[in-house]
């Protein structure tokens, strides 16, 4: 038996009631069997990119979050669209990513889950910003899954079977992808 793929799920998002949060606290609490989750929540702890900083010892979080990235086998992102374009604050998260080099190469995806004709301002940056880093986008799993409002329940999880069905699939995709990579 094969280790299970391990899949860092960020969120975009500082609020609390993010339904990009909820999405991937969706895609972790309905992980097929072979995929391990982790959900990174930390994007609010994150200092302010400075190259002058990006030396060691890194500061705690920014050495959290680039051991979560080399540890995964692949990285799914959901993040909102402010004013056209990346938050600000996850755009800092992407940032400190470039002087790490632990996204070279490493298997991604993004999940917008605006209305249509929105998000797609986000989705177009992130992609660019992605390119820069050198990643490996899982075209396939780069996919638009609407979230109705009222859509999260109480455990702040989306409730509709179809839709935890989709999440499920995408996980699969990068599942499948991971493992493909792994045998060439």
């Known amino acids: 038996m094969s280790d299970p ?10 609020r609390a009631a993010s339904s990009n949060t909820a ?5 972790a609490a309905v992980a097929p ?5 982790e959900l990174h929540l930390g994007l609010a702890e994150l200092p302010a990119f400075n190259p002058e900083l990006d030396v060691e010892p890194l500061p705690p979080p920014i050495a959290r979050l680039r051991a979560r990235i080399a540890a995964a086998d692949a990285v799914l992102f959901c993040t909102p669209e402010y004013a056209g374009a990346l938050p600000g604050s996850f755009k800092n998260l992407l940032d ?4 790490g080099g632990e996204m070279y ?8 889950v605006a ?8 989705s177009a940056e992130l992609a660019v910003v992605l ?3 050198g990643t490996e986008v899982i075209e396939a799993a780069c996919v638009r899954l609407t979230l109705a409002p009222g859509a999260v329940g109480g455990d702040g999880t ?3 079977p179809a839709y935890r069905d989709a999440l499920a699939a995408v996980l699969r995709t990068v599942q499948h992808h991971v493992a493909g990579a792994a045998r060439t």
């Open 33 to 37: 069997a072979g995929i391990h989750t």
């Open 96 to 99: 400190w990513t470039v002087g």
């Open 5 to 14: 793929v391990s899949i860092l799920l960020v969120s975009g998002s500082t």
């Open 115 to 122: 209305p249509e004709g929105r998000g797609d301002g986000a």
């Open 158 to 160: 989306a409730t509709d």
């Open 23 to 27: 999405v991937l606290r969706t895609a």
């Open 105 to 112: 190469r490493k298997p991604v995806a993004w999940l917008n």
């Open 131 to 133: 390119g820069y880093l």
